[in-house]
């Protein structure tokens, strides 16, 4: 069965400060994946998606993941935090042949002054 | 501009009532999916539609109801038998001919319980 993990459910940096919001999945075929950004009180956003074509994936707002089929891993990046990035951040996969995405319990971003 | 439409935005139930969630998308895709978001749970999946006048139950189901006679609706009413709706309920879409596609969600509705 598909599911994703999502270490650290708060994250927090400094603005300026590298970003790293951690994602790791499970499928039995090749996956695709997503991450969303949701800010308060609002649905979810796309940032990205994985669809094969490339590991690196860029996606909106300067952020970027890479897709290591080795470590099962798909984490979300961004080299300098902008206090306007405080969000969360949802990880999601959904398998070929499927209509269902199983989204990650979430990742809240802090980004201190 | 396409999208989704959810409203309201907040509701309140009383007890022993049902209330309906309303969705709208203009952007001609044939899936829909209702989510219900509790703090630090994610989205768990409650209803989904492929095509009209079909739906399938998600994860928690129980307590909730969904009808798709219309390509563009897809409305979810809690009803009295869900003992704990208190959530964030998202709405969202997606075209079922590329399954790489996103969902495209609306803005969500609170429900509070009175």
């Known amino acids: 069965a598909q599911s994703v993990t999502q270490l650290g459910s708060h994250v927090s940096v400094s603005e300026g400060a590298l970003v790293l919001l951690r994602c790791n999945y499970s499928?039995?075929?090749?996956?695709?994946l997503f991450w969303y950004v949701q800010y308060p009180n609002q649905g979810l956003q796309l940032l990205l998606k994985?669809?094969?074509?490339?590991?690196l994936v860029k996606g909106i707002n300067g952020f970027e993941a890479e897709f290591k089929k080795s470590e099962t891993s798909f984490h979300l990046t961004k080299p300098s935090a902008h206090m306007s990035d405080a969000a969360e951040y949802f990880c999601?996969?959904?398998?070929?042949?499927?209509?269902?995405?199983?989204f990650g319990a979430g990742t809240r971003l802090f980004v201190k002054a | 501009d396409g999208g989704i439409t959810q409203s309201p935005k907040y509701l309140f139930r009383k007890e022993g009532q049902n209330v309906t969630l309303s969705c709208e998308q203009n952007?001609?895709?044939?899936?829909m999916y209702w989510y219900r978001q509790d703090p630090g749970q994610g989205l768990r999946l409650i209803y989904y539609s492929q095509i009209v006048n079909d739906f399938q139950k998600g994860d928690i189901a129980e307590g909730y109801s969904v009808s798709r006679e219309k390509k563009e609706s897809f409305p979810l009413t809690v009803t009295s038998a869900q003992k704990n709706p208190t959530a964030f309920y998202l709405c969202?879409?997606?075209?079922?001919?590329?399954?790489?596609?996103?969902?495209?969600f609306g803005d969500g509705t609170r429900l509070s319980i009175l």
């Open positions: 499928s039995s075929v090749p996956p695709y």
């Open positions: 969202a879409s997606s075209t079922s001919r590329d399954i790489n596609q996103p969902q495209h």
């Open positions: 952007l001609n895709h044939d899936a």
């Open positions: 999601a996969v959904s398998e070929t042949g499927g209509f269902k995405t199983i």
């Open positions: 994985y669809t094969s074509a490339a590991t």
